[in-house]
């Protein structure tokens, strides 16, 4: 009798375990879900445990049992393949249009839901034709003919059609966001229901991130909801996934397209939760409320890293950070002088920057883009300043400021934490290390801006973020350049026109070699000019769920597609 | 009584003219300007104006200010935002119910914490009912409630793994931000009443309430306590403007999508329909609580209410 009973209460404690197991997706733990594999690991463990203490009528039973409640689990949604990944979104989303901002941040998202003429690898610097099947390039390089791939289809049911892509390149071409990448383009025309023909102004290799940027939408979607596109759920895109429900406060729901031209996704539905304290998002990772995240900050690197091993992964970001010197400042026309310049650039350490910008995780850099992402990106063959205090003496000595000089202020935008400031405050003290004397000015967006557009401004902290062709460099050394450019070249005392020749050049050809060798001629005139010292590229701290598999993490346009569940 | 209620809610009229005018006034002068927010640094600058423009964001003060109260008195219409191009009223009531939700909560649970333990503190002072209550008191008012919304994340939902971390949805979703809001206030409003009952039980009526035979739990409820709660009252009402202010922090920080930390985004993004009638809602708010809070001096303080009677309401 007591023998049974205990055999009862150890079987009953076997059936304590098996429960807790079975009801991980949809019960108690809800918010805690663990994988279908991971969970008949664990009961594989107790059963091996447990050989004599079980009962073997007890265990077939309450398998039996387990078996059951993992068979109704599987239909329940949120359950495997069912289940949503949840993606930590740290702003608001403001639209679902994608022609809202050219801000990477929501660009990420919406690469989810709308696909370009081209599509991007980011882990191998490749683009590939994405809606485009085909594309034909004139003889003179300035008309590009798209053949459309066929049975692609829109979210709500409509097949793609050459006037969806003319509808499409209309509107971004009238969005003054994209009018650094669709500038060249003249005219965009329908050559039939597949076909597609863009015209430039001049040879123009880089058009295909104009390709990969402009997502192509559906017009009679746009057209049918008129000013209130991208407030209400659309179906207007081709990607892997839709909006099923968006406010602005809390994130938005994707659904899996079903009739995607590549297949159903293996992610069948995501979650885009917005939580902007970075503290929060690492709680939540570690909480399993969340699947993926990145932007991970440094300081906590080490810890995330830790807890998400195997799937964590550093990756240098496609960014970069620099300082530029406004050679024509009227507050301070000591910087007009190339000595003092070259002086500030060799007083400044890289390393300190990078230890306090990003705990060392960070990569010192003389270039202005990480050759890992960009095309065509100068590696060597132009002039670099290496940390030598004792050189940049020398320089202001023989600039005529042997005990020191004051050269003014430098603008930070950000808050006084920021990743800007800590460079600012690295900046300050690297040049007070030499006698440089400047003082820092932290303010917000709004306020700096007006100043760069207008160089009124001596030293300031920029970044440069999500580029993937060399030819971007024309929106901060071009003369021709509609936004902000931060170094005035033109009519400068440097062969600026040199800078607009190399630019049409490198744009002229698709030569990889050819354009590494006009694009390196370039940045050397705008490092020998010493105006603009890239820094160093922040790192994207990356960590994911253990039971998701996201292939190569990549740190800008992740394919939610790719991903699936172990 | 009617008559002084109507009163006090006419006067939100000028409130409401008030605010809108400080908003408009103090963002006039403030740099920057929604369509380079909007645009990026790659838009041209004649792009950027033309933008501006487009919104109403170049029009003088005066004639914005007009159009504003014009729009939200004739057609009811607070606009469209800048950010998201939606309606303001649309984006803003669901978020300002969170809010008031969150707030109204902190207000609760901070009077049902502080009152009665300020209570026993001044009844048994010089005791351990007093020592404890107190200390915790004096802790609690140092910690700001972010610090405090920290230590809860950090236990309750990473190592305790009982509550979520951000997010709306169900009660669990609010306990966590509403105690670190009501927190401190719960400690100040101990502190108040336990300095307004220690006045309060060494007045004659106390005395004379014991004397005649009534039990102390009637004397200490009833009689010192009802004398004791105008001050704490005001209190509770004021920190209600707190509580909607710091909720900003709680929102931040548990990722609830509230109206203060909505305000606190727009900034950046010169989004002035949504600022003000964020602004304004809250200000309509505060208001009415301060009313209630009067409602309530009348009810606890029967001379108050005598007074408005005697005034012919």
Request: charged letters at 20%.
């Amino acid at each position: 009798m007591i023998t049974q009973i205990l055999t009862a209460a150890k079987d009953l404690g076997f059936l304590y375990d098996l429960v807790i197991i079975g009801a991980g997706p949809a019960g108690l733990y809800g918010h805690r879900t663990v994988g279908l594999a991971a969970k008949l690991q664990k009961l594989n463990n107790i059963i091996n445990q447990n050989p004599k203490e079980v009962s073997m009528k007890g265990k077939s039973l309450w398998l039996g049992l387990l078996m059951a409640v993992l068979m109704v689990g599987g239909s329940i949604p949120g359950w495997a393949q069912d289940r949503a990944i949840k993606v930590r979104l740290t702003g608001s989303l403001p639209s679902l249009d994608w022609g809202t901002t050219s801000n990477v941040r929501d660009q990420k998202v919406w690469h989810q839901m709308y696909e370009g003429l081209y599509g991007l690898d980011e882990g191998t610097k490749t683009h590939y034709p994405e809606l485009a099947d085909k594309v034909d390039l004139s003889k003179d390089k300035l008309v590009y003919t798209c053949h459309l791939r066929p049975g692609v289809k829109f979210q709500n049911g409509e097949p793609l059609k050459a006037s969806d892509v003319v509808f499409s390149y209309e509107r971004a071409m009238k969005n003054p966001s994209f009018g650094y990448i669709t500038s060249h383009i003249t005219n965009v025309a329908a050559v039939n229901d597949s076909t597609v023909k863009f015209t430039l102004d001049q040879p123009y290799y880089p058009i295909w991130f104009t390709f990969f940027s402009v997502k192509i939408m559906s017009e009679k979607e746009v057209r049918s909801q008129g000013d209130k596109f991208g407030t209400i759920l659309n179906k207007a895109g081709t990607g892997p996934y839709f909006a099923s429900s968006y406010t602005v406060a809390s994130g938005l729901k994707l659904e899996a397209f079903k009739g995607y031209w590549r297949g159903v996704p293996a992610i069948r539905s995501v979650e885009y939760i917005v939580i902007p304290d970075d503290s929060s998002a690492l709680i939540a990772f570690q909480n399993h409320e969340l699947d993926y995240l990145e932007d991970v900050p440094a300081t906590a690197w080490k810890e995330v890293s830790a807890y998400a091993a195997p799937n964590a992964k550093m990756v240098k970001g496609n960014n970069v950070m620099f300082m530029a010197v406004n050679y024509l400042s009227t507050a301070h026309k000591v910087l007009a002088s190339l000595k003092v310049r070259e002086a500030m650039f060799y007083a400044v350490n890289k390393k300190d920057i990078n230890n306090a910008v990003c705990e060392g995780y960070g990569s010192e850099t003389d270039q202005y883009f990480p050759t890992e992402y960009v095309t065509a990106t100068p590696v060597s063959g132009f002039k670099t300043y290496p940390f030598n205090p004792g050189l940049s003496k020398k320089l202001l000595a023989e600039a005529g400021y042997p005990n020191g000089v004051d050269v003014g202020t430098i603008l930070i935008y950000g808050t006084a934490t920021s990743f800007n400031a800590r460079m600012g405050e690295v900046l300050q003290a690297n040049f007070a290390e030499v006698g440089i004397k400047a003082q820092l000015y932290v303010a917000e967006m709004a306020i700096i801006t007006p100043r760069i557009y207008k160089l009124d401004y001596d030293i300031c902290v920029w970044n440069g973020i999500g580029n993937f062709d060399f030819d971007t460099i024309g929106t901060r050394v071009s003369s021709k350049s509609q936004g902000l450019y931060v170094i005035k070249y033109k009519d400068g005392p440097f062969n600026w026109q040199r800078i607009e020749k190399l630019l049409d050049l490198g744009a002229s050809t698709s030569d990889v070699t050819k354009r590494t060798a006009y694009y390196t001629e370039l940045w050397s005139i705008v490092m020998d000019s010493a105006t603009m010292l890239p820094c160093i590229h922040r790192p994207v701290g990356i960590v994911w769920s253990k039971s998701l598999d996201i292939g190569q993490p990549v740190p800008t346009f992740y394919k939610i597609r790719t991903f699936t569940w172990n | 009584m009617y008559r002084y209620v109507i009163k006090r809610i006419l006067f939100l009229i000028p409130t409401v003219l008030g605010v809108v005018f400080i908003l408009l006034l103090t963002m006039n002068f403030t740099p920057g300007d929604p369509a380079r927010a909007l645009l990026g640094d790659s838009a041209p600058q004649a792009d950027i104006m033309a933008l501006d423009h487009k919104l109403g964001y170049d029009l003088p003060f005066t004639q914005k200010y007009v159009n504003y109260i014009k729009n939200m008195v004739v057609h009811q219409d607070f606009g469209v935002s800048y950010f998201t191009k939606q309606s303001v009223f649309d984006e803003i009531w669901p978020r300002y119910l969170v809010t008031l939700k969150l707030a109204f909560l902190g207000v609760f649970l901070s009077a049902v914490m502080g009152i009665p333990l300020g209570v026993y503190s001044a009844v048994r002072q010089y005791s351990m009912w007093d020592t404890i209550p107190s200390l915790m008191a004096f802790l609690l008012a140092a910690v700001p409630a972010f610090v405090l919304g920290m230590i809860f994340l950090f236990y309750f939902s990473l190592k305790l793994n009982w509550l979520p971390s951000y997010g709306i949805g169900t009660w669990q979703h609010y306990l966590m931000p509403a105690l670190a809001i009501s927190l401190p206030p719960a400690a100040m409003n101990l502190r108040f009443t336990k300095s307004s009952m220690l006045e309060s039980v060494r007045q004659d009526y106390v005395r004379t309430a014991r004397a005649k035979g009534a039990s102390e739990r009637v004397v200490i409820w009833k009689h010192a306590l009802m004398n004791a709660l105008l001050p704490v009252v005001t209190q509770i009402g004021l920190s209600l403007g707190a509580l909607i202010a710091g909720a900003v922090v709680a929102e931040k920080l548990f990722s609830i999508p509230g109206i203060g930390s909505l305000i606190v985004d727009r900034i950046s993004y010169k989004d002035e329909p949504v600022i003000i009638a964020g602004t304004i809602l809250i200000a309509i708010c505060f208001t009415i609580v301060m009313l209630i809070v009067d409602l309530i001096y009348a009810w606890i303080d029967p001379r108050i209410r005598a007074k408005y009677a005697n005034k012919k309401g």
